[in-house]
């Protein structure tokens, strides 16, 4: 399996930011590695933008540290516009993983979350886990 543009849920990139070890943080470093690209849309990049500046999450990681995080995470992504269609996921807010990987032509979806890992595979997109994710790409 290739990974050279993927599409990390927010719960995963948050869980990466607050810890270093892990196989979230693990995901993005074999995405980086790879030379791959996180693909964004402005939906997905708001959301995630704003639960990472969430207070409860201050006694892990400071806010500077998180800010820091996001620049580093947006300097090495992309962009696609999307239309926020209705795409049929249990859970509508995760339609807009789903188009963002549909209009960026994702090799695949990472994420924790049931709704999205039920669409399984979405237009050919395999949805997975991190665990799943890492033990693809090992296998490799």
């Known amino acids: 399996m290739k990974a050279d543009r993927a599409v ?8 990466a930011a607050l810890r270093a070890e892990g196989r979230p943080r693990r995901v993005l470093d074999v995405i980086r590695h790879s030379n791959g690209v996180l693909l964004f849309s402005d939906e997905t990049s708001h959301e995630l933008r704003s639960r990472l500046r ?13 800010a820091v995080y996001l620049a580093q995470l947006m300097a090495v992504s992309e962009w696609v516009s999307i239309t926020n269609a209705k795409l049929g996921c249990r859970d509508s807010d995760d339609d807009r993983f789903l188009e963002t990987a549909l209009i960026g032509e994702a090799d695949c979806i990472v994420t924790g979350d049931g709704d999205l ?11 997975l886990t991190p665990a799943d994710f890492l033990n693809r790409m090992n296998s490799a």
Do not use: A, W
């Open 8 to 15: 990390v849920d927010t719960n995963v990139l948050i869980s």
């Open 54 to 66: 969430r207070p409860k999450f201050d006694r892990y990681v400071s806010q500077t540290i998180r």
């Open 117 to 127: 890992l039920e669409m399984c595979p979405f237009h050919g997109i395999p949805i």
